[in-house]
C-alpha cells in the first residue's frame, strides 16, 4: 500500500494563480479522480495530489506513518509462516514492534537532524505561503 499526500481546496482556488508557490516548492497540485473520497468532501472542493513523486512513503511525512508499516509486515509471507509455527498474536505483534523499531533506526540515521529539520520546514512553509 502506497502513502500520499493530498490536499483539498475550494473549488473557485486557480491553481494557475497559485503555480509559483507550487513549483518554488517543487509540488504539484494535479486533481484526483476518486469516487470514495470525493462522495466524503463538500461539492465545492477540489481533491488533489500534492506531490511529483510516485508515492509519498518515504517523505519526511509519510515516514512519520508507522501503521503503514504494521500492516505491510502483518500481511507478509513471513508472518504466515510464524502463523503456521502457532506463533501467538501477541509474539507476532511484539516482533513486528521490533521490527519497525530497528528499522526506524536505521531510517534515522540516513537523514541528520539538520535534514529532517530542513524537509519539515519546506513542508510548512508550502502550506503557509499557499
Sequence with gaps: MSF???ATLPKKTSLENLSSIINKYKMDFTEIQNKKI???LR????YLRATRDYCDCDSIL?????QQEYQKLYNSKKV???KKKKWSEERITS???DKIKN????KKTKLTPLEIETKLNRWTKFIQEL
Design 80 to 82: 504466515k509462516t510464524l
Design 43 to 46: 461539492s465545492e472542493e477540489l
Design 103 to 106: 528499522k526506524n533506526i536505521e
Design 95 to 97: 516482533w513486528i514492534e
Design 4 to 6: 500520499y499526500i493530498t
Design 38 to 40: 470525493k462522495s466524503q
Design 62 to 66: 509519510g515516514s512519520l506513518n508507522p
